[in-house]
């Protein structure tokens, strides 16, 4: 099985400083990784995805996250963040079965504050 | 891409009722997936709704309280059975595209009182 743990709760950051949201794995196969994005009540969206390739991968709004298979992290990170950016954001991981994608894990969420 | 339309979007419902939550995707898709987020949590998976046959369950929950209903692979539904205040959530029905994208309902913010 696998597993999902976001290390923080919460982060609260000053507008346009940058900002790390840390996620750590745990799981026997190989795995897709994602982060998501959920603003107050709407729904989730994609922010990046890992499949394979290039262990950095950039997003949308300016995000960008690191896949590390030694320390099966995929932290997620953004420069200089902006009040908009104030959300939940959730970490998962998709276990990989005939080449596709199959249900996701989510860990437990960061609530992303940004202050003026 | 992936378009759902996930309904109800919220209801507020008596405890012992039932309530059935519909997701219809704009493409054919051979699982559909859905999950629950309890307020202030994250989001679990109940069960993979697979065509042609029975859902595939998560532990701690059956089919006897969330039955799922996949007639086609463009449609499935979730009825939350003889609901109490700990059913409060809101329900979301998931499916991948063939780039390995989730896409998600809307949601159902379900309120048992």
């Known amino acids: 099985a696998q597993s999902v743990t976001q290390l923080d709760s919460q982060v609260p950051v000053f507008e346009e400083a940058p900002v790390e949201l840390r996620c750590n794995y745990s799981s026997s196969v190989s795995v897709y990784l994602f982060w998501y994005v959920q603003y107050p009540n709407q729904g989730l969206q994609l922010l990046l995805k890992y499949l394979s390739g290039s262990t950095l991968v950039k997003g949308i709004n300016g995000f960008e996250a690191e896949f590390n298979k030694s320390q099966t992290s995929f932290h997620l990170r953004k420069p200089s963040v902006h009040i908009s950016d104030t959300a939940e954001y959730f970490c998962?991981?998709?276990?990989?079965?005939?080449?596709?994608?199959?249900?996701?894990?989510f860990g437990s969420g960061t609530q992303l504050t940004v202050l003026p | 891409s992936a378009v759902i339309s996930q309904k109800p979007s919220r209801d507020i419902c008596q405890r012992g009722t039932s309530l059935t939550i519909q997701c219809q995707v704009d493409?054919?898709?051979?699982?559909m997936f859905w999950y629950r987020q309890q307020p202030g949590q994250s989001l679990t998976l109940i069960a993979t709704?697979?065509?042609?046959?029975?859902?595939?369950?998560e532990s701690g929950f059956v089919i006897d309280k969330f039955p799922i209903s996949r007639p086609n692979l463009t449609f499935s539904t979730l009825t939350v059975s003889n609901m109490s205040p700990e059913d409060s959530s809101i329900y979301l029905c998931?499916?991948?595209?063939?780039?390995?994208?989730?896409?998600f309902g809307q949601g159902t913010r379900l309120t048992v009182v």
């Open positions: 998931s499916v991948f595209d063939g780039a390995a994208r989730a896409f």
């Open positions: 998962a991981v998709s276990l990989i079965s005939s080449g596709s994608a199959r249900q996701l894990t």
């Open positions: 493409s054919q898709v051979t699982m």
């Open positions: 709704a697979n065509q042609g046959s029975e859902a595939t369950y």
